[in-house]
């Protein structure tokens, strides 16, 4: 069975002298309070541990059952697993009450779900816990798990508990869900300079040009960055708008940095792929190399726009719950990558 390594943790299979440490925390009260087992006797414990290592031997692993150990220290903080079932597998854990809430728990999440998506191949990926189970579901929310619902009374209680039945959270994550993570965070790492709003000269081709309107401030509590407005003209007449934001942000991943619309007597005449184009100085002039410019993926002139301009689609997404795109009622979204030369 693998070994896993994260910064600050390894994830390796169970041996027979991990029992003191097993037990500490199998047969804690808080540890167990919301789980379908424990608080373990040491026979439990001794069962439980035989029966993890006979799973890393078995081919193929059907429970991939690890110790979670401390890197610096060598201690082991607790216990989780993978298990998988053709494309989708369930994740499960349990870490010592006395290692809680200094980020282990996302840790290890990040390291099963890189290793079931990556080396496994697994298209879904699944966790459950007691609805009452802070700590539990905080952690499947931190790795980027969707809650996918809410089953009352859908299983015993745990015997410490004056409850018969416990109510079940149900979480889940897509293979790619996971590719956009780690696209967001790639965009999020690129470069920008914003040491305040540059003045702006008339932007022009020779046919339209681009007058600035307004500069709003960002807004970090809201995630907001900074954004340039402009109006589109053409012979002294304004004929659409565009807008540029300075910076990148897990939304501006679903939004961009690019938003334009060509008043409806004045499209396809390639006003908007013009627009874009004369925005690139101010673009450079923050540093800014990679631009998303995203659209609706049935709108297909916007989708036009994009592909003149040379951008590459990086994927058709499925929208957050929590986006204002996914609220005005949209579901997909078109991801664009311009790159400005």
Same mark, same amino acid.
């Given at each position: 069975?693998?070994?896993?390594?994260?910064?600050?943790?390894?994830?390796?299979?169970?041996?027979? &002298? &991990?029992?003191?440490?097993?037990?500490?925390?199998?047969?804690?009260? $808080?540890?167990?309070l919301?789980?379908?087992?424990g608080?373990?006797?040491?026979?439990?414990?001794?069962?439980?541990?035989?029966? %993890?290592?006979?799973?890393?031997? #078995?081919?193929?692993?059907?429970?991939?059952?690890?110790?979670?150990?401390?890197?610096?220290?060598?201690?082991?903080? /607790?216990?989780?697993?993978? %298990?998988?079932?053709? $494309? =989708?597998?369930?994740?499960?854990?349990t870490?010592?009450?006395?290692?809680?809430?200094?980020?282990?728990?996302?840790?290890?999440?990040?390291?099963?779900?890189?290793?079931?998506?990556? $080396?496994?191949?697994?298209?879904?990926?699944?966790?459950?816990?007691?609805? =009452?189970?802070?700590? %539990?579901?905080?952690?499947? #929310?931190?790795?980027?798990?969707?809650?996918?619902?809410?089953?009352? =009374?859908?299983?015993?209680?745990?015997?410490?508990?004056?409850?018969?039945?416990?109510?079940?959270?149900?979480?889940?994550?897509?293979?790619?869900?996971?590719?956009?993570?780690?696209?967001?965070?790639?965009?999020? %790492?690129?470069?920008?300079?914003?040491?305040?709003?540059?003045?702006?000269?008339?932007?022009?081709?020779?046919?339209?040009?681009?007058?600035?309107?307004?500069?709003?401030?960002?807004?970090? =509590?809201?995630?907001?960055?900074?954004?340039?407005?402009?109006?589109?003209?053409? /012979?002294?007449e304004?004929?659409?708008?565009?807008?540029?934001?300075?910076?990148?942000?897990? /939304?501006?991943?679903?939004?961009?940095?690019?938003?334009?619309?060509? &008043?409806?007597?004045?499209?396809?005449?390639?006003?908007?792929?013009?627009?874009?184009?004369?925005?690139?100085?101010?673009?450079?002039?923050?540093?800014?190399?990679?631009?998303?410019?995203?659209?609706?993926?049935?709108?297909?002139?916007s989708?036009?726009?994009?592909?003149?301009?040379?951008?590459k689609?990086?994927r058709?997404?499925?929208?957050? $719950?929590?986006?204002?795109?996914?609220?005005d009622?949209?579901?997909?979204?078109?991801?664009?990558?311009?790159r400005? #030369?």
């Amino acid at each position: 069975m693998k070994t896993l390594e994260t910064e600050r943790l390894i994830l390796r299979k169970f041996a027979a &002298d &991990d029992f003191a440490a097993v037990h500490s925390y199998a047969s804690c009260r $808080e540890n167990v309070l919301y789980m379908p087992w424990g608080p373990n006797s040491e026979e439990q414990t001794r069962d439980f541990i035989n029966t %993890s290592i006979s799973k890393a031997e #078995e081919i193929p692993i059907n429970d991939y059952q690890y110790a979670i150990v401390l890197k610096k220290t060598g201690n082991l903080i /607790g216990g989780c697993e993978i %298990s998988p079932s053709g $494309e =989708e597998a369930s994740l499960g854990w349990t870490l010592h009450r006395d290692y809680w809430k200094q980020g282990y728990g996302p840790e290890m999440g990040k390291a099963l779900l890189k290793f079931g998506f990556e $080396e496994l191949g697994l298209r879904r990926i699944t966790a459950n816990c007691d609805a =009452e189970n802070y700590g %539990s579901y905080r952690v499947m #929310e931190k790795i980027g798990m969707r809650r996918e619902g809410l089953s009352i =009374e859908s299983r015993p209680a745990n015997k410490l508990t004056d409850r018969r039945y416990s109510d079940t959270l149900r979480y889940a994550i897509l293979k790619d869900e996971w590719d956009i993570q780690k696209e967001i965070a790639y965009y999020n %790492s690129l470069p920008c300079v914003f040491d305040g709003f540059i003045d702006v000269p008339e932007l022009s081709d020779g046919l339209i040009y681009l007058v600035c309107t307004s500069k709003g401030e960002g807004n970090p =509590e809201k995630k907001w960055v900074p954004a340039y407005h402009f109006a589109v003209c053409k /012979g002294g007449e304004k004929i659409g708008e565009i807008g540029l934001r300075i910076g990148y942000t897990d /939304g501006l991943y679903y939004g961009g940095q690019i938003g334009y619309g060509i &008043d409806e007597k004045y499209r396809g005449n390639g006003y908007a792929v013009r627009a874009c184009r004369l925005l690139i100085p101010v673009v450079k002039a923050h540093g800014m190399t990679k631009l998303l410019i995203t659209n609706n993926h049935i709108n297909a002139a916007s989708k036009r726009v994009c592909e003149k301009l040379g951008a590459k689609l990086v994927r058709v997404a499925r929208l957050p $719950e929590w986006h204002d795109l996914y609220k005005d009622g949209q579901r997909y979204e078109n991801i664009f990558e311009w790159r400005v #030369e």
